[in-house]
């Protein structure tokens, strides 16, 4: 039996879930509106203030898309009520990030600044010059956004230079000996 499958997903005030033909789930909240079709095979209910989640059958497929179907519901509820975040932090001499509109300008020790877009739906905010906060409600698109601002300069084993997450741990390196 799927644990996490099981589990009912608590819906909070002020947000709406309605389930349409085909599986097709909307969530509306303080926050904004996600939509998302879910596999068809798998029966959505709304109870009151909670959403359920069962499956026809014990086959292994099954199986796994119960738990799946029902972690993709919860992460949109919480996206529309709360939001998500991902905190990036740039460490080396002279790397630093610039917000402007909704570029992105990030100096990374390359011969030209890299100017990335933010997506629809998503903000990045530059708290100082070397933090920067990927927000948004869709947890997939944040972190997504977040992989591709790190992707522009991961960090390296030996000094730490590069993007990195905040809650990321550099497994360090020790750098060649010198002549005895």
């Not at 997504?144 to 390296?156: F, L, N, S, T």
Request: contains cysteine.
């Amino acid at each position: 039996m799927s644990r996490i499958g099981r589990m009912p997903i608590a819906i909070p005030a002020g947000v709406t879930v309605e389930v349409a033909e085909n599986n097709t789930v909307t969530v509306k909240g303080p926050k904004g509106t996600l939509s998302r079709t879910l596999p068809s095979e798998m029966t959505i209910e709304v109870k009151g203030a909670e959403v359920t989640v069962t499956r026809p059958n014990d086959l292994k497929r099954m199986k796994s898309l119960h738990g799946l179907t029902r972690t993709l519901i919860h992460n949109m509820v919480v996206g529309v009520s709360e939001g998500y975040q991902k905190v990036l932090e740039i460490n080396g001499v002279g790397y630093r990030a610039a917000k402007e509109g909704k570029n992105l300008t990030l100096t990374l020790g390359y011969s030209h600044p890299v100017v990335m877009v933010d997506p629809e739906g998503i903000e990045s905010v530059c708290e100082t010059a070397n933090k920067i906060i990927v927000k948004g409600i869709d947890k997939e698109k944040v972190g997504q956004y977040a992989a591709e601002i790190r992707g522009k300069r991961g960090p390296e084993p030996y000094k730490g230079k590069g993007i990195k997450y905040a809650d990321e741990h550099i497994r360090r390196k020790v750098g060649k000996a010198g002549k005895k």
